[in-house]
């Protein structure tokens, strides 16, 4: 089945020690997500790429880093986790189609959790 | 700025008898409005959406939802509720830049 694997599911991690989440996709879409979600909170949404094009949440702090080296692969990257990051961190993708992104379904991975020590 | 409210913390209903998730939106224009389901330690699974046409949309799971224009509401309903409907449901609207702005959350608890 065509789906959104994200790994690991659980991270440890110590006060400052970088962190990187991965996220894949076989079901082709052009459009990439990262949510935040901290205790059963709403998603809040990271940053996003159509194709390579990065899009940055004004909001989100410049210890978030994205990479998407091809369609498939997308990379959180946590440059210095500090308490307030502990979250279940979510990956979405969607198509870019006729009324664009936003109408479309979203597609979420399971997620993955972090817990910063 | 397009938003969603979602008024209860917590709905609980007992199984069998129907259930009602609330949901009101406030846009500019046509909205598009959708539902989304997460179980524990899972991500969002997708329930439905209005995008137009039919103001009672079918989405999965025996699920539907009414949309409102007059009281700018897209309340989510299902007849008759089972114990593995408890989860939390997020409504959802498009805003302006073409993303998806969440509610804050619905814990339904379907009691057996």
């Known amino acids: 089945d065509a789906m959104v694997i994200q790994n690991p599911r659980y991270q440890v991690t110590q006060f400052g020690k970088p962190v990187t989440l991965s996220c894949s996709q076989t079901?082709?879409?052009?459009?990439m997500y990262w949510y935040q979600q901290k205790s059963s909170q709403a998603p809040k949404l990271l940053f996003h790429?159509?194709?390579?094009?990065f899009n940055n949440e004004a909001d989100t702090p410049d210890n978030f880093q994205s990479r998407r080296p091809n369609t498939s692969f997308c990379f959180l990257d946590i440059r210095s986790p500090g308490l307030g990051d502990a979250a279940m961190y979510l990956c979405a993708t969607s198509e870019w189609g006729t009324g664009g992104a936003g109408a479309n379904v979203l597609t979420f991975g399971a997620g993955s959790r972090l817990t910063v020590l | 700025a397009q938003s969603v409210a979602q008024p209860e913390d917590q709905v609980n209903v007992a199984e069998g008898n129907p259930l009602t998730v609330k949901c009101t939106y406030s846009?500019?224009?046509?909205?598009?409005l959708f539902w989304y389901v997460q179980y524990p330690n899972r991500g969002l699974q997708f329930l439905l959406k209005y995008i137009t046409g039919d103001n009672l949309v079918k989405g999965s799971y025996g699920f539907e939802a009414e949309f409102n224009k007059s009281q700018t509401s897209f309340h989510l309903k299902k007849p008759s509720a089972l114990v593995s409907d408890s989860a939390l449901y997020f409504c959802a609207v498009r805003d302006l830049t073409d993303k998806l702005i969440f509610g804050t959350g619905t814990r339904l608890q379907v009691f057996p």
């Open positions: 790429y159509y194709d390579k094009d």
């Open positions: 846009v500019s224009g046509n909205p598009y």
């Open positions: 079901l082709n879409h052009n459009v």
